[in-house]
């Protein structure tokens, strides 16, 4: 089985978030790198996704963008992150290159695990579990 980590942007970025991303990728240790900014306009989002990706690609990181397969393909990402209400993985991959990265979250559900599979992500993200601060609506399935 293959391990990696797979490192998520914070929700807003800072001064020293290129300088820091760079000291984490460095590392060695993260595969993936979601570009997840839910607030910021597609052109915000294109910009800082420039000159991440001139990090990402020294350190030898997938970057991968969240919820948008169009803005994906804009970007030129290794592939992007899809949730329940962002379309199908069908139509994601007939809008990126057949090479690229999907990934699919299903919450902690058995029956959209088992729906994604037959689609065939390149992965799976799964949860939240429980209910917390930031994810107050979890339900149990």
């Known amino acids: 089985m293959k391990r990696f980590l797979y490192l998520i942007s914070p929700s807003r970025i800072n001064q020293h978030f290129y300088k820091d991303l ?14 997840r900014f839910k607030k910021y306009s597609d052109s915000k989002i294109i910009k800082i996704a420039k000159k991440v990706k001139i990090i990402t690609k020294k350190y030898k990181v997938k970057l991968i963008v969240n919820d948008s397969p169009v803005l994906a393909k804009k970007i030129n990402a290794d592939g992007c992150h899809i949730g329940q209400s962002d379309g199908s993985i069908k139509n994601a991959r ?9 990934g699919i979250t299903c919450h902690n559900s058995k029956k959209l695990i088992l729906n994604a599979i037959k689609e065939k992500p390149s ?8 209910k917390s601060k930031l994810k107050p609506r979890t339900k149990k399935s």
């Open 22 to 35: 760079t000291e984490v990728l460095s590392s060695r240790k993260i595969k993936y790198f979601q570009l």
């Open 94 to 102: 007939n809008l990126l290159k057949k090479n690229k990265i999907i």
């Open 123 to 130: 992965y799976i993200a799964l949860g939240s579990f429980f």
